[in-house]
Nanobody
Framework: QVHLVESGGGLVQPGGSLRLSCAAS????????MGWYRQAQGKQRELVAA???????QYADSVKGRFTISRDNAENTVYLQMNSLKPEDTAVYYC????????????????WGQGTQVTVSS
């Protein structure tokens, strides 16, 4: 059984910073991509940032230059450093692992964390 556990959310003032962490645990052989999505109240879930095992990353236009995604492949952990936070960044942030292979020869699957609330408000 694979689990993704997020941490690091909370309340921060506009202009502040937060760092989200997500650790994947369980039977894991490799993970192709790990990333962060967010869902604001009344809106659809959207991609924030993602990074492959080779280090290629992508960002939503709305967070480019403010957020940085990084990954520790050995620890199956992904991080999201969020700087210059804005009220519109308020959302539940979900960790995603795509192409997660539990054992050699198995097909990859997608897993989600339970979500962590980020609130940007004065």
């Amino acid at each position: 059984q694979v689990h993704l556990v997020e941490s690091g959310g909370g309340l921060v003032q506009p202009g502040g910073s937060l760092r989200l962490s997500c650790a994947a645990s369980g039977s894991i052989f490799r993970i192709y991509a790990m990333g962060w999505y967010r869902q604001a109240q009344g809106k659809q879930r959207e991609l924030v940032a993602a990074i492959t095992s080779g280090g290629s990353s992508q960002y939503a236009d709305s967070v480019k230059g403010r957020f940085t995604i990084s990954r520790d492949n050995a620890e199956n952990t992904v991080y999201l450093q969020m700087n210059s936070l804005k009220p519109e960044d308020t959302a539940v942030y979900y960790c995603n692992a795509d192409g997660l292979v539990e054992r050699p020869g198995m097909r990859g699957s997608e897993y989600w964390g339970q979500g962590t609330q980020v609130t940007v408000s004065s």
